[in-house]
């Protein structure tokens, strides 16, 4: 197993210590971008940005089900925008636990960021990476 | 600047061409475009080549302009090869423009080419996925999940916001299909009915089958030169060049409300060619999903927000209407060749203007016309080109 993109996520094996993705904030505005990027796209600063923790948990900005996928992917699956309290909204597929199915999600509701294989194909199977799933337990995940 | 006018279109037909490479699928496009405006190969200055996804899909990494031109007997000239996903073919015409307006050149060719099918659409769709950014694609976004639910489009929560209907996406379908029955170059030419497109397989959720685009071969060419001169070619109309702006998109936090990156390209297009939204008397835009066409025509300043329904159903927008819009099928029934698509919309738009099109010829020539291209997605929620031309005769 390797980490697909370990600029972007932090999976620390520390007792206690949750994942999360990791950010740019700009020292000069505030700023706060994902993925990381070395000029601030608000103030337009280069150089002033510094790596921070972010994404532990979201809110789901919207979803929709892909009825077919590319190569080494699997369908149907979720597809989803998150919003990060922090101020960027990221692309994220879905925990792979949850029903693809009309209902399991809702636009709005509050999620963490989990750490699992990019999908269960010979292509992408070896590769961490994040996913969002509701923050309740709720919501029909498989066990 | 000096004013530019196009004096010749070329199309080849679009579909599913197994047999032809680029090089075979762009000869037609080019030699139609150069018979068209009255010009010989020796009277081409500078060529720009608009193609996508010919190096991962057929293996020509480097230099498609080059051979593709070759084939058709244009070398030694400057080539410029480009590439800006779905938008490619509208920026090399952008190119040829610049070269003209500049004074650099005196007669320019543009030509978009696509090969799309090439026996496994599996690779075909992952080399689409590859005009998103790598940060998106590599996560297994699909790009027409761009269209469903990206923030600077989400057709999703148009149908909650607006209380648009399944129904309300076919619309564009179903009067696209029509127009691309009439027009002998479109990929698809059944007319749909609103129960097909709303019953045909979901795609991505809310989009259905024949709300999408489809795989296609295809080409077009134009060629551009000094308005000036533009009678000593030909005894056709030239079509004059008002405006060709090129955007990029831009990086948006959430609750930016910055107007999104269509309008701002249409609006300069606009004020560029010294018009307004209302003068205009045709349309070919970037319907990629169908019910986009909804959207794009708040975004080109046709109407309100959520008002896009009322223009197909009050027939403003139709064949036979006021203003119509993708009278050659648009891209989901003429076909969507992507690095072709910008050049098919100008041909249209050419053919209208001068009164060659044939069965789908809009009854009142239009003089005024503009073309919408877009393509490419960032992971600054925006697409990353937009493309805009108004024409004039």
Not at chain 2, 83 to 105: D, H, I, K, P, Q
Request: charge should be neutral.
């Amino acid at each position: 197993m390797k980490i697909l993109n370990p600029d972007n996520l932090r999976v620390s094996t520390e007792p206690g210590a949750t994942p999360c993705l990791l950010g740019n904030r700009c020292q000069q505005c505030g700023t706060i971008v994902f993925p990381k990027m070395p000029v601030c796209p608000s103030c337009h600063r280069n150089g002033a940005m510094e790596e921070v923790e972010i994404g532990r948990t979201g809110r789901l900005y919207s979803h929709t089900i892909a009825h077919f996928a590319p190569k080494g992917f699997i369908a149907p699956s979720f597809q989803a925008f998150i919003d990060l309290p922090e101020g960027p909204r990221v692309f994220s597929l879905i925990g792979s636990k949850y029903p693809v199915e009309r209902g399991v999600l809702e636009d709005g509701m509050e999620m963490r960021l989990i750490v699992e294989p990019l999908a269960d194909t010979p292509e992408h199977r070896d590769e961490l990476t994040y996913k969002y799933v509701p923050a309740s337990k709720a919501n029909g995940a498989k066990a | 600047m000096r004013d530019v006018a196009i004096i010749g279109v070329g199309a080849h037909p679009t579909g599913r061409f197994m047999d032809k490479p680029l090089k075979a699928l762009a000869y037609p496009a080019i030699w139609g475009a150069l018979d068209d405006a009255g010009v010989k190969v020796t009277d081409v200055n500078v060529a720009y080549v608009g193609n996508s996804l010919g190096g991962l899909l057929t293996g020509q990494e480097g230099v498609r302009g080059q051979v593709v031109l070759q084939h058709s007997g244009i070398t030694g000239i400057p080539i410029v090869n480009v590439e800006n996903a779905c938008a490619s073919a509208m920026t090399a015409l952008r190119g040829a423009w610049l070269e003209v307006a500049s004074g650099a050149a005196d007669v320019a060719l543009a030509v978009g080419v696509e090969k799309m099918n090439v026996g496994n659409n599996a690779r075909t769709i992952s080399a689409l996925s590859g005009v998103s950014e790598l940060d998106l694609s590599e996560l297994g976004m699909q790009f027409t999940t761009s269209y469903a639910i990206h923030p600077k489009i989400n057709l999703k929560s148009r149908m909650q916001e607006y209380g648009w209907t399944a129904a309300d996406f076919a619309k564009p379908a179903v009067k696209n299909s029509y127009n691309g029955s009439l027009n002998p170059l479109a990929q698809h030419r059944k007319p749909l009915t609103i129960e097909e497109v709303v019953q045909s397989r979901v795609i991505v959720d809310p989009l259905t089958l024949l709300m999408c685009s489809s795989i296609s071969d295809g080409a077009a060419a134009a060629v551009v030169c000094s308005a000036d001169i533009a009678t000593r070619f030909s005894s056709k109309m030239p079509i004059k060049i008002a405006s060709c702006v090129l955007q990029s998109g831009v990086y948006r936090l959430p609750h930016d409300d910055r107007p999104d990156s269509a309008t701002t390209s249409a609006y300069a297009a606009y004020e560029k060619a010294g018009i307004g939204p209302e003068d205009l008397d045709a349309i070919e835009l970037h319907d990629a999903m169908a019910p986009s066409e909804l959207m794009l025509y708040e975004r080109l300043g046709l109407c309100s927000p959520g008002e896009g329904p009322k223009l197909i159903d009050e027939h403003v927008t139709t064949l036979d209407g006021r203003l119509p819009v993708n009278p050659s099928g648009g891209l989901c029934s003429r076909g969507h060749p992507v690095g072709a698509t910008g050049l098919l919309q100008i041909c249209e738009l050419v053919w209208q203007m001068r009164g060659e099109a044939g069965k789908r010829q809009i009854e009142k020539r239009p003089k005024v016309t503009l073309a919408q291209n877009q393509g490419g997605l960032l992971l600054g929620q925006d697409s990353a080109v937009y493309g805009c031309t108004i024409l004039k005769s």
